[in-house]
């Protein structure tokens, strides 16, 4: 395994952190979703800004690894797009407190659509 192989594994590894802080943060304000006083957690912005970064180093690396011709840009598109509607939403809510009640059910879900679009869209 040469250098760039580490490396993508590396940032890889990164992108799934960003991951758990994002859906962590939703999972942890389950009973404040409950109670009505939820918010956007820093945590959760900090999760969608990495995978934001990583996600976009993730692609970027491709073409050095000779794999650009594998790259679906449709699938790197829609995961994009779903990526920027998280943290838009994170960003318009994040001094909200609490916020609206479909505002963590949202993210939450976005979130576990782009893990299951990356997993399982082929």
């Known amino acids: 395994m040469g250098g760039m192989e580490i490396l993508k594994n590396v940032v ?3 992108h799934i952190l960003g ?6 943060g939703v999972l942890f304000q389950i009973r404040d979703m409950k109670a009505g006083t939820a918010r956007v957690l820093p945590a959760m912005l900090h999760g969608a800004w990495t995978m934001l970064l990583t996600g976009l180093i993730l692609v970027g690396m491709q073409y050095p690894l000779g794999r650009g011709d594998d790259l679906d840009n449709t699938k ?5 797009v779903i990526l920027i509607a998280i943290v838009v939403i994170g960003l318009i809510n994040r001094k909200k407190a609490p916020v609206a009640t479909w505002v963590l059910p949202v993210i939450g ?10 997993t399982v869209w082929r």
Do not use: C, D, F, R
């Open 12 to 14: 890889l590894a990164l």
């Open 19 to 24: 991951v758990v802080a994002l859906l962590g």
């Open 76 to 80: 790197v598109a829609v995961k994009l």
């Open 109 to 118: 879900g976005l979130t576990v659509a782009n893990v299951v679009i990356a």
